[in-house]
């Protein structure tokens, strides 16, 4: 099974200016090809040639087939939860969720940031709803992530790799995080509620 680069639900000129087109060429167009192009060449001939994504990344020792094939998985599921048209707050059922696991929605946006920022390193911060029904914010280290958490379903990612933000923001992760806030498709998330 040959792995193929997702085509975006929207222009990568629609996001502009909280993601640059020049970001979406490389973070897209090089970055998160590369790792599927990586993937490709790594599974020929191997018991992962024919395993969905999802099951290679189960299955894959931790090693260059696990850390391509996740991060095949995070970028996809990260680029594919933005929206040009975003309502900036999140709809009904999340909303009463985030207000009682976190307080208040502001409450949230700033226990997220905190924890993306102290996210030390290559990683990924993500809003996760656990077995128990309640939303949990955590951090993973370089390609790790939620598919190898039984008892989590992953809400919301956002990358805090240097190569997500550096063009746009250079240094500043905060400066990225508040333009990643304008950009989320509340509505996607709502409808895994
Ligand atoms: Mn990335």
Not at 113 to 118: R, W
Not at 124 to 132: G, H, Q, R
Request: glycine letters at 2%; proline letters at 4%.
């Amino acid at each position: 099974m040959t792995h193929n680069l997702p085509k975006l639900p929207y222009e990568i000129n629609e996001l502009t200016p909280y993601i640059s087109v020049e970001t979406f060429e490389y973070h897209y167009g090089k970055h998160h090809k590369a790792y599927i192009d990586n993937l490709n060449n790594l599974i020929i001939w191997t018991e992962f040639e024919n395993l969905s994504l999802e099951e290679i990344i189960k299955k894959a020792p931790a090693w260059g087939v696990f850390n391509n094939a996740a991060q095949v998985w995070n970028h996809t599921f990260y680029f594919s939860w933005f929206t040009p048209n975003s309502t900036k707050i999140p709809m009904k059922k999340t909303l009463e969720l985030i207000n009682r696991d976190f307080g208040s929605f502001e409450n949230f946006k700033e226990l997220f940031n905190k924890s993306a920022t102290s996210n030390f390193g290559s990683g990924w911060t993500w809003l996760v709803l656990n077995k128990e029904w309640k939303l949990e914010i955590i951090n993973t280290s370089n390609a790790w992530n939620i598919l190898t958490m039984e008892d989590k379903k992953a809400l919301l990612t956002c990358d805090v790799w240097e190569h997500a933000y550096y063009i746009d923001t250079r240094n500043s992760r905060p400066k990225y995080l508040e333009n990643f806030w304008n950009i989320i498709d509340w509505e996607k998330i709502e409808s895994f509620l």
